[in-house]
């Protein structure tokens, strides 16, 4: 019998011993039980099957008081289900204990999961982001390898040790993403085996169970090496991803080392060939030509990370009396790398609803980037924005000079700070110098205002007064686009 029972049964307190460690059902249908019979947590004692050191199961569920008949059901929050359900999967063995301390208090603030500062929330919250993490590399490492049944069919066999029992919560993940192929998946905490049609569980395995290597990993290495790319590569950030721990599975990482050694080099390699691509004399001559050129560009990082160039987009002469609008923004973002098309994404479509309004025709821009190619970074499934460094502009100002020289706009509209400095070569405040027309060296005239993303990220107040400001900018672009007409 373990010292929190002898001592809970000693006090005259309640001992809860569940079916297993991620019994997160045993320990909602006890923990309401409990609550509706008025037991503070003070005299409950939980532990979990496999990690008790006593048997008391059976006796615990005795012991468990009866609710009175008019006893009112529990409050829960969802907030609070929501993490409950991870949190429990943590090896922490005061997790039941610190679950059954916050449902109890939420019964008197039902308010409590919206109080950040609280030591309990903060701790829950803290258990479900390790257990989620946990879940995700055991989604992003499990390495399958072939073996030969007795039938002579396939099987895929992979070892994994995770940090905390997640092991039946990813078993659907794997048998939604591997429905056809037969497999098991052993874990020192227990198995488990697909065969097409039934999930089974197993008895715990030693790494000794799944096989070394298979035929097909020489061509998943060929593959991983070749797919490696230099320019996106950060030590840190990848171990902090992938840490070491989890190489020993992985038959990628025994390349890795010599990847890292080497990427200093391909990177310069890389972008030495960027650097030598064009040359005054190569310059582009028309829309066409730089659409297909910017796709091989490796001038700078951004260009060797593996998205697809954007081209601008509109007409590449205009009337004889107007030349035309040019429209510069930052970058494409995921939207427009995805499309491979300029502002289609939310801020494009913000962009372009203002542009009706104040009465500038599509057809009357070109609209294009400074940065002709996606920089981000990965976070999970989703690919979030960066800006581009003042070097990378800089370097992807030979596009922007040439898109102007075959559009040859009168009048350039820039976007934030970004297309900014491609259009001036230096940085400049977009609030000191919107509103204010500044003439380029083509003799092009430059607005300057706000980038359309900048107001998605504004609350309601300041965003109606910043789209305000936006309006009267493109308002006054609009009335010089008369002027000149």
């Not at 730089?290 to 002469?317: H, K």
């Not at 309006?471 to 686009?481: E, Q």
């Amino acid at each position: 019998m373990s010292a929190p029972f002898r001592d809970m049964r000693m006090a005259g307190g309640y001992p809860v011993q569940l079916a297993a460690p991620d019994d997160f059902d045993g320990w909602r249908a006890h923990a309401r039980r409990l609550l509706m019979a008025d037991v503070p947590p003070d005299r409950v004692a939980w532990e979990a099957l496999g990690e008790a050191s006593g048997d008391l199961f059976a006796e615990s569920g005795k012991r468990l008081p009866t609710p009175p008949a008019d006893a009112a059901p529990p409050r829960v929050p969802r907030a609070f289900l929501q993490l409950a359900q991870k949190a429990i999967l943590h090896r922490d063995p005061s997790r039941f204990a610190l679950l059954y301390r916050l449902l109890w208090r939420l019964q008197a603030r039902p308010r409590l999961m919206e109080d950040a500062a609280d030591s309990d929330v903060r701790r829950i919250g803290e258990l479900a982001r390790i257990v989620r993490r946990d879940i995700h590399k055991m989604h992003a490492f499990v390495r399958f390898r072939v073996v030969e049944s007795e039938s002579g069919a396939e099987h895929y066999v992979a070892w994994f040790e995770p940090d905390h029992h997640i092991l039946r919560a990813v078993a659907g993940f794997f048998v939604e993403r591997f429905t056809a192929m037969t497999w098991s998946i052993l874990t020192p905490e227990g198995s488990l085996h697909w065969d097409g049609t039934t999930l089974v569980e197993g008895p715990p395995a030693q790494r000794g169970d799944a096989p070394v290597g298979d035929p097909a990993e020489d061509l998943w290495l060929s593959y991983y090496a070749s797919i490696f790319n230099p320019a996106r590569l950060k030590v840190g950030a990848m171990l902090k991803e992938m840490p070491r721990r989890y190489w020993k599975n992985m038959p990628e990482a025994a390349l890795i080392p010599a990847l890292v050694a080497g990427a200093q080099a391909r990177e310069a390699t890389m972008v030495s060939a960027g650097e030598t691509l064009f040359d005054e004399a190569q310059r582009p001559t028309s829309l066409a030509a730089i659409g297909e050129a910017i796709q091989a560009c490796r001038r700078c990082e951004i260009g060797c990370n593996g998205t697809r160039a954007v081209m601008g987009e509109g007409q590449e002469r205009a009337s004889r009396v107007f030349n035309g609008l040019m429209i510069v923004g930052e970058q494409p973002g995921d939207v427009e790398e995805q499309q491979a098309r300029p502002f289609v994404g939310p801020a494009g479509q913000l962009l372009r609803a203002h542009l009706a309004d104040a009465g500038i025709a599509g057809r009357a821009a070109y609209v294009t980037n400074a940065v002709k190619h996606f920089k981000f970074v990965q976070r999970g499934k989703r690919r979030l924005h960066q800006s581009p460094t003042a070097k990378e502009i800089d370097i992807c100002r030979w596009w922007i000079e040439s898109e102007r020289g075959i559009v040859r706009p009168q009048l350039v509209l820039a976007l934030g700070a970004s297309a900014a400095r491609s259009l001036l070569g230096k940085t400049v405040s977009v609030q000191k110098v919107r509103g204010v027309p500044q003439r380029l060296e083509d003799g092009a005239e430059l607005w300057i205002t706000t980038h359309p993303s900048y107001l998605l990220r504004l609350e309601d107040g300041a965003r109606a007064s910043e789209e305000a400001r936006f309006a009267a900018d493109l308002a006054a672009v609009a009335g010089r686009m008369a002027e000149l007409a």
